[in-house]
RNA sequence: UCCUCGGUAGCUCAGCUGGUUAGAGCACUUGACUGUUAAUCAGGGGGUCGUUGGUUCGAGCCCAACCCGGGGAGCCA
């Protein structure tokens, strides 16, 4: 029996099988919360109703060890998961020794390090539960839409795109480099299938720092094939509202323990903005309105937010402090006001993070020049007027990869479609209307220098049967982290691998 | 690669302008208490203050270089 399935067997006896995430000592009494990967579930010993060695095993469990745990399930609001178990029976199968993750606060570099025992504790089972939602999702949209699930090659002879920095590695003597994206694949699978799917790990080698990136990543990237630009806008919200509902339909409990509003998320059922690069230029550079919302006046306002906060935070740990100065307080009132000051240290550390990016971020909108690519902070100050992702299109064709498709109507514009997720997350999807003009493609390729003999495989797909067609790609962590309102990307994937970081 | 912040007990941190045996909370351990849910009480062990070199009568605190980490820029999902 699992955990997850207790509302079966109440009022019968139940064995579960799990590790012991904590325990709580009373007289007569041993209260023991026991995980089992589906659920959490507080089991309760008692004195009276057990052998004596029982009850003295019981006393010894120490955190994560493992047990076979037998009693009478009954309903409990109160508890967590909402039963309890009244143990009759009890087998340690392994006592666990100083488990170095205690229920206290740890900094990022300690928990990283601890990544494989991290992966217990309630935060991240729920995150990578709700990853599981996801993908289960993320197939399912799909699948009932009649794309097809296939793969992109992992090694490739030559960058797609140029620009990124890639893995090298040795294939048999030649240089080979990990995949930073299979959408040229997809392509080619796309003229076969008409609509597939990859979902596979991704590589990027850039030495990026920050909360937003990783070296290794999920990305799902689905191709269609007669399909445009329009279209492919259509396909990508109906996806996302599809996944993000499953999550809220299928972890509100997982949601709950990580403490995510889900107000935000709700508004995934409402249209998706659509605004051209050029009305988004104007918005960000405070010279359009959206709703009567001004991006600059938006980011002040924020700014004036930020600093009123901050001088809250620093009278409330001075005057904590003070308390804690004066005589005759009880310990345990001494240790919840340093807890206090701490947590404010933190928040005031972030807020001082705020302050200083904010005049930053409005400088760059303000200097912003029509023709360039959006930095994170303009994504951030754009989607903060939005509550709903908003899908920017028609970008400047200097900026976006080859194969993006160019506007007919209007020559400047690329096809290509950029959402930002709100809630200052920036870019989670990027896609576009691949160009089908042979002389146009040859003519990218070497503006972008690159090697044309590598293409001519994909210069076949426009020789032989070309047809419209778009695509989009996904980063699954990004997704993650935006569901959840993860401050990083770095807990939405079970190992993460980042600059700096290739260990557990 | 650049900018910025940091590296003090197992963990999270304090240590004011350099001054005698380096502190707190938690964790651990001993005992008391308790249908509990990180705020009960009393006692105990535990640190070559990231590394190397320098300034000084004296350095955790100042200087230099290096190593490691956080955040950001660039690049992007």
Redesign the pocket.
């Known amino acids: 029996m699992t955990i997850e399935r207790l509302k079966e067997t109440v009022g019968r006896k139940t064995t579960l099988k799990g590790w012991i995430l904590g325990k709580?000592?009373?007289?007569g009494?041993v209260?023991l919360v026991l995980r089992d990967g589906s659920g959490m579930c507080?089991c309760?010993v008692?004195e009276n109703k057990v052998n004596t060695n029982l009850f003295e095993d019981a006393k010894r469990l120490t955190q994560e060890s493992s047990v076979v745990i037998t009693g009478e399930v009954i309903a409990?609001e109160?508890?967590?998961g909402g039963y309890?178990l009244q143990v009759t029976d009890l087998e340690i199968v392994h006592l666990s020794q100083?488990f170095?993750i205690?229920?206290?606060?740890?900094?990022?570099?300690?928990l990283?390090d601890h990544r494989h025992l991290w992966l217990r504790s309630k935060r991240q089972w729920a995150i990578l539960r709700i990853r599981n939602t996801l993908i289960m999702a993320i197939h399912e949209f799909f699948q009932g839409e009649g794309f097809i699930q296939t793969d992109a090659p992992i090694f490739t002879g030559n960058a797609v795109?140029g620009?990124?920095t890639l893995f090298e590695t040795d294939f048999y003597g030649e240089p080979a480099y990990l995949s930073q994206?299979g959408q040229l694949y997809g392509e080619a699978l796309a003229m076969a299938f008409s609509k597939i799917y990859t979902f596979g790990p991704t590589f990027?080698a850039?030495?990026?720092?920050?909360?937003?990136?990783?070296s290794e990543?999920w990305?799902i990237e689905p191709e269609m094939a007669f399909h445009d630009l329009k279209m492919n806008m259509d396909t990508i919200e109906r996806f996302l509202r599809f996944v993000v509902l499953k999550v809220l339909e299928k972890n509100t409990f997982e949601l709950d323990m990580i403490g995510r509003d889900t107000t935000v998320l709700k508004q995934i059922t409402e249209p998706f903005p659509r605004i051209t690069y050029e009305d988004a230029v104007l918005i960000l550079k405070g010279e359009k309105e959206v709703d009567g919302k001004n991006a600059v006046k938006t980011l002040e306002a924020d700014l004036v937010a930020v600093q009123e906060r901050m001088a809250a935070i620093q009278a409330e740990i001075t005057d904590r402090e003070a308390k804690l100065a004066a005589p005759g307080m009880?310990?345990?009132?001494?240790?919840?006001h340093?807890?206090k000051i701490?947590q404010l240290?933190e928040e005031l550390s972030e807020q001082e993070?705020a302050s200083r990016n904010i005049p930053m971020w409005l400088k760059s909108a303000r200097d912003f020049r029509m023709g360039n690519?959006f930095?994170?902070?303009d994504?951030t100050v754009l989607t903060r007027l939005f509550n709903t992702p908003i899908m920017v299109y028609n970008w400047p064709h200097e900026v976006k990869a080859f194969y993006m498709k160019r506007d007919e109507n209007d020559t400047r514009w690329a096809k290509g479609v950029d959402v930002l997720a709100p809630e200052g997350y920036?870019?989670?999807?990027?896609g576009g209307e691949r160009e089908t003009n042979l002389e146009l493609l040859i003519e990218k390729i070497h503006e972008h220098e690159l090697p044309m003999e590598a293409f001519e495989w994909y210069l076949d797909l426009r020789r032989y049967g070309s047809v419209p067609h778009a695509g989009f790609?996904?980063?699954l962590?990004?997704l993650v982290a935006w569901t959840c309102k993860l401050p990083?990307?770095r807990e939405t994937i079970p190992f993460p691998r980042m600059y700096?970081?290739i260990a557990p």
């Open positions: 709580r000592t009373g007289k009494l209260f507080q309760v008692d409990d109160r508890q967590i309890e100083d170095p205690t229920p206290k606060e740890h900094g990022v570099d300690f990283m795109e620009t990124s994206s990027r850039e030495k990026s720092k920050t909360r937003r990136h990783l990543f990305m009880k310990k345990g009132e001494i240790g919840f340093q807890a701490q240290k993070e690519d930095g994170g902070s994504e920036g870019e989670i999807v990027g790609g996904l980063g962590e990004r990083h990307v700096g970081r």
